[in-house]
């Protein structure tokens, strides 16, 4: 026994030896970048052995809803088949969970119940979670654009791109054009509406009708030469071509790129970033007035409204087209909001009163996006965008209210995060957006609980002349702010590296999903699975044949009655045949 101990100690350490011989660098795969002067991994990655087009995205959301689909088979689990008539998604662009958590505490604090971190956000309690990863298939940390455009449309794509997939052209707007949500929910008879706080032609928005090479084709002004005459401005597709020509309702900002730009628009609160700046158009169109004259043979006259006056006025149980413009810009910040306009709650109830039909309709798709974190972030605002997240809870509500659950897919998500921070050691039921360690009083620094890795905050934050003789901080002490400054909508957090806009964040983000078909939310999966889950669990696009689950609620819904959030309704049947094929896939407009 010892002389074969002693044999394996032997050849262990010969097999020792000889590796220590022979190796004298880390494994091919990764190589340390030490005679650069850096230090890190570089990794040797091979690319993509296909194109990254739709059709690619369009196997990977496929496998992953078959692998969850198997996952529940195996432990005896059908909630899967349960179908939705309604679809609500709602995106709080930018809102990474460090948003979310702190937004849970600000909340609380904000409504005084109590410390603060034991408050819950109304889809803290959906019963369903998962994690999307976010990435574009250029970048490892997306803009919205890509992000929108694979929840909706079903596939990755390139920063910046809108409805597109990887082979968009700049000199062929047919090129890479891929079909979205909004356009299979109109396909097969659903009512389909958008509501945002940012302008109606921004990019999370844009996603659910529009097909163009840059999301920043806003107006007639911003399509290049190269591209007039191919490309039609962003604006342009929501009154001349389906789905959004067809949308049921449209509520945000965005008067200027529609051609109605209000010149006696009033600006109380002075807000500053890159997306404070406005296109205008150049063609003299009115694009609100042509919307109007595309619905002229309603036999309930459209409806167009500039204030929350008029919005709460309009009769919603008769009225079918709703388009509704608050600003020239985004609407303001909520922390700050101006005389007369809405807010994303009455926007959200508002949305619902038009779709919900009962059996007049075969219910509806509807978008929701509070989409002003993620701006009130660029600008290191963060008390603006946290409060964002309290009013885009307050619309969750809403829905959550409004609907009927055993009808209605609600999910709750992010199409990214932020470069935003929640630190340091904060005693409980501190102030989200105070200091971490006023408490600590030998810290040499007091900062704040909340701060950003880049961003505009930089300067504001800056010593300068203001730091004391032969102090290693750079930063201006924080008490140098006064309490009035620091309550400002308009305060910035620091942030340690400078830029004029902060940045987003890489990581992946939550979905939170409840009703019908909300179990397919479950696990780590790619963003683009989210558009597969909504045509799968309402019945229509490519994933409504995956399985025979659509064609057993067709014919189990037959003989009976669907009930709404407050009467009895009938639900007509619905019957469309489609062929999953990468033709489908891109689609033309309708």
Known sequence: MHSLVLLGLLCGGLVALSWAAVTTQPPPLIRTLSAGGD??????????????????????????????????????EDSYRKKARNIIIFIGDGMGISTISAGRIYKGQYLKHGHGEEETLVFDDFPNTGMAKTYNVDKQVPDSAGTATAIFSGAKTHYGAIGTDATRSKKNAQQGRIQ???????????????????????????????????????????????????????????????????????????????????????????????TENICTRADNRNLPAEWLAHHANDTVPPALVHNRQDLLKVDVKKVEHLMGLFRNNHITYSVAREAGEPSLQEMTETALGILERGDESNGYVLLVEGGRID?????????????????????????????????????????????????????????????????????????????????????????????????????????QFTEEERSSPTYRHLATVPRKDETHGGEDVAVFAYGPGSSLIRGVFEQNYLAYVMSYAGCLGPAKDFDDSCKDHKDDEKPKLSKSSATVLGVSSITIVATVTAAFLRGHML
């Open 180 to 274: 979205n949500v909004m356009e299979w929910a109109q396909k097969a008879g659903k009512r389909t509406g958008i509501v945002t706080t940012t302008r109606i032609t921004h990019a999370t928005p844009a996603a659910t009708y529009a097909h163009i090479y840059d999301r920043d084709w806003e107006c007639d002004t911003e399509v290049p030469e190269e591209s007039k005459g191919i490309h039609v401005d962003i604006a342009r597709q929501l009154v001349e071509n389906a789905p959004g020509n067809r949308f049921n309702v449209i509520l945000g900002g965005g008067m200027s790129p529609m051609g109605i730009l209000n010149a006696s628009e009033v600006k109380t609160t002075i807000f500053e970033g890159p």
């Open 375 to 479: 701006q009130g972030h660029h600008m290191n605002y963060a008390r603006a965008a946290l409060h964002e997240l309290y009013e885009f809870d307050l619309a969750i509500q809403a829905a959550v209210n409004n609907t009927d659950p055993d009808e209605t897919l609600i999910l709750v998500t992010a199409d990214h995060s932020h470069a935003v921070t929640f630190n340091g050691y904060a005693l409980r039921g501190a102030d989200i957006l105070g200091a971490a360690n006023s408490h600590e009083k030998n810290d040499p620094m007091v900062f704040e609980t909340i701060s950003y890795a880049n961003g505009p905050g930089y300067w504001d934050h800056l010593a300068n002349d203001s730091r004391p003789q032969n102090s290693s901080n750079m930063w201006m002490p924080l008490k």
């Open 39 to 76: 230090i890190g991994p570089q990794f040797e990655v091979e690319k993509a052995k296909e194109p990254e087009d739709a059709e690619f995205w369009y196997k990977v959301a496929l496998g992953q809803l078959e692998k969850t689909i198997k996952q529940a088979q195996r432990v005896k």
